[in-house]
């Protein structure tokens, strides 16, 4: 696994903690969307790079406007 990869994973577990209610899957596709655009394609298509970093965005603007839900 690379080092990207396990930044990605981490990521994902933070967003997870301030999105309880957001499923894995849905997770998964709204990055591939923020990363991509709203294409079809964009969930096939993302490379592990370009998900972190929309994971990365979206995580700092969820921690600007909440909490972690407990």
Do not use: C
């Not at 990605?8 to 923020?34: C, D, K, W």
Request: no cysteine.
């Amino acid at each position: 696994m690379t080092a990207q990869r396990k930044d990605l994973l981490r990521v994902l577990e933070e967003l997870s903690e301030y999105t309880p209610s957001v499923r894995f899957g849905q997770l998964i596709a709204n990055l591939s969307y923020l990363a991509r655009g709203p294409t079809n394609e964009a969930i096939w298509d993302a490379e592990d790079a370009e998900l972190l970093a929309a994971a990365r965005k979206h995580l700092r603007e969820l921690q600007g406007e909440k909490a972690p839900a407990a």
